[in-house]
Nanobody, 122 residues
Framework: LQLAESGGGLVQSGGSLNLSCVDS????????VGWFRQAPGKEREAVSC??????????YYTESVKGRFTISRDNAKNTAFLQMNSLKPEDTGVYYC??????????????WGQGTQVTVSS
């Protein structure tokens, strides 16, 4: 697994961004994928995750982003997405893609991308 995020940027409050997480190792489809964020001076927090096809791609969202963010995946492109709408200044932070690679009884390790900065101005 080699994860790389993109799609961050500066946007006004109420705007939208679509983050992408690409796995150049071409194995992303086997694993659940999570998005985390870290605001300045704060701990990294889980934002959303999506399971693999064995679990019908079930999704999870932290309460503060429900109804505004949508996680999805395109297994053919080894890519996960985080569509972020109605952005708020408190959504500002570095967004990271994460895979805790567990599949069919074997654990392959925990992987992070380098992060992409999201800044929402008021």
């Amino acid at each position: 697994l080699q994860l790389a995020e993109s799609g961050g940027g500066l946007v006004q409050s109420g705007g939208s961004l679509n983050l992408s997480c690409v796995d150049s190792g071409h194995t992303l489809r086997y694993y659940a994928v999570g998005w985390f964020r870290q605001a300045p001076g704060k701990e990294r927090e889980a934002v959303s995750c999506i399971n693999n096809s064995d679990y019908d791609g079930q999704t999870y969202y932290t309460e503060s982003v429900k109804g505004r963010f949508t996680i999805s995946r395109d297994n053919a492109k080894n890519t996960a997405f985080l569509q972020m709408n109605s952005l708020k200044p408190e959504d500002t932070g570095v967004y990271y893609c994460n895979v805790d690679a567990y599949y069919s009884g074997t654990y392959y390790g925990n992987y992070w991308g380098q992060g992409t900065q999201v800044t929402v101005s008021s």
